[in-house]
């Protein structure tokens, strides 16, 4: 035994952790990667399908809802039949549906693969934040969680140029088939990989019906579904059809709150204990800012991707190079921070969204005073910076939302982390490119307008994430020192 936490008895590290955890990334890094690299592959699919433009959307679409409605409910059934049987059950669910996306001959049979192989990935994803909190202790933990923010920035920032290389290479009309199938020998890797290596668990003797509320799956889903279809509606204009769905997700949300509350008196475990949000210090204010952050971070790059290859005529490849700076920046800084948050804490992550904003009002200025033929070259260097803050955010947000939440419950808690992310970023796509036609649009199409207005709204959502950060600094350092205060008080009564 190496010691005990708040929790229990803590064990000897597992010699294996970080062959463990090189493999989660991996798979989760191929998951988040399936979020952006597509966007730049559309135009592909309409050529090689023949299929119109709000079609083709569900591609992205359809992954990204059926991704944030089994996130929570992967992290649960994760914490209660065990991560590595169902990491692994999900990876082959995720590979056999990257296949049929590959292969599919038709439009509406792609959207159907591409709605399971979100769902598997959702199941996926809280797997490894959960395999984390079990291998992973002490500064070892900031660290290996400081990686997993990595993966998820880089993940995003560099699909538009691995998709863009893709259909370099492999032409117009079937390169985005082979978007696809990548996932295939990676991800048959992958499951060899974690059978040898994943640690085993005993076997509980439990059964799904058991342990699983499945009625508050259904609510919290339904909750999700109707919040998310609507606003993914938003690029190819047909919100206004679909607006009814908000407020009701508004009453499922609420429905599922009261339901969960009730779950100890039914005398079976709850989806998501609330507990998490009301007595686990640093949890629900980490939820909030990695919400709030994601809405500003993300649809960025598909603004970006409009911006370079429709406003400017740059190709797939050409445009996704231009986050390159980005993607670096973010890929240091997340290995750095997450080795520093055990130290400074919230102040890293204050600073970071500090440096998002400088980053993001310097592209602001650079898409509008730039000559057109020199924009993709000068945004580089503000497009860094925001990387450098924005790796800094992922990770310590993720390792202090999750520093004191129990083993038990780290994979749920996780998901609704993850939940939380996966509806800012829905949220953020939708407001940036409603944001980027605005401004386009007033200034008589005028497309480095509109991506001054994104940039400028993406500014908004993150100085709301960096106010969130100043106050969870402010309450951590008030807690410090009525902690200090009570042990003074203690020692002097002695």
């Known amino acids: 035994m190496r010691g005990s936490d708040d929790y229990g008895p803590v064990e000897e590290p597992d010699p294996r952790r970080w062959r463990a955890l090189s493999v989660t990334l991996g798979v989760g890094f191929m998951t988040l990667l399936d979020v952006s690299i597509v966007n730049v592959a559309l135009p592909s699919m309409q050529i090689g399908l023949q299929a119109g433009a709000g079609a083709v959307q569900w591609v992205v679409s359809g992954y990204a809802l059926t991704f944030g409605l089994t ?5 649960r059934l994760g914490d209660a039949l065990g991560r590595r049987r169902i990491f692994m059950l999900a990876l082959a669910g995720f590979v056999v549906t990257s296949a049929l996306a590959g292969a599919a001959p038709s439009i509406e049979l792609l959207i159907i693969a591409r709605l399971l192989q979100g769902a598997t990935a959702g199941m996926l994803t809280p797997q490894s934040s959960g395999l984390i909190q079990n291998l992973f202790h002490g500064a070892e933990r900031g660290k290996a969680f400081g990686f997993m923010g990595a993966t998820i920035g880089i ?132 939820v909030a800012i990695g919400t709030v952050y994601f809405s500003g971070f993300s649809g960025i790059f598909v603004v970006m991707a409009m911006f370079f290859q429709t406003g400017l005529q740059y190709t797939a490849l050409q445009s996704g190079l231009v986050v390159t700076s980005f993607a670096l920046g973010s890929s240091v800084s997340s290995a750095v921070a997450g ?59 993720i ?25 800012g970023t829905a949220v953020g796509t939708a407001l940036m490119v409603a944001a980027y036609h605005a401004g386009a649009n007033l200034a008589d199409g005028r497309p480095n307008v ?22 969870e600094l402010r309450s951590r350092r008030t807690c410090n020192v009525d902690e200090n205060l009570s042990q003074r008080s203690v020692i002097s009564g002695q």
């Open 71 to 75: 996130l929570v409910a992967g992290g």
């Open 155 to 286: 993940s995003t920032a560099v699909g538009p140029v691995l998709g863009g290389l893709i259909i370099a290479a492999f032409g117009a009309e079937s390169g985005w088939r082979w978007v696809f199938y990548v996932n295939v020998p990676i991800g048959i890797a992958a499951l060899i990989v974690a059978a040898r290596v994943l640690p085993k668990e005993d076997r509980r003797g439990v059964g799904v019906r058991s342990e699983i509320d499945f009625a508050g799956a259904a609510l919290l889903g339904a909750a999700v579904v109707a919040l998310l279809f609507p606003i993914v509606q938003v690029e190819s204009g047909k919100l206004g059809q679909w607006w009814w769905l908000l407020p009701i997700a508004v009453v499922l949300g609420f429905l599922f709150v009261r339901w969960e509350k009730n779950a100890g008196g039914r005398g079976r475990a709850p989806l998501l204990d609330l507990r998490l949000f009301t007595t686990t210090k640093g949890y629900s204010s980490g």
């Open 339 to 397: 080795r520093l948050v055990a130290k400074w804490g919230r102040r890293i992550t204050v600073t970071a969204l500090s440096a998002v904003v400088i980053g993001l009002v310097g592209s602001a200025v650079v898409v509008l005073v730039a000559p057109a033929d020199e924009v993709g070259f000068w945004i580089t260097i503000p497009l860094l910076v925001a990387g450098l803050g924005g790796g800094a955010v992922i990770s310590p947000n």
């Open 399 to 423: 390792t202090m939302a999750l520093e004191n939440v129990p083993t038990h419950m780290a994979g749920a808690a996780g998901g609704a982390l993850q939940t939380g992310q996966r509806i």
């Open 450 to 471: 509109g991506a001054a207005v994104a940039f400028g709204t993406a500014t908004l959502a993150t100085l709301v994430a960096l106010s969130l950060a100043l106050r």
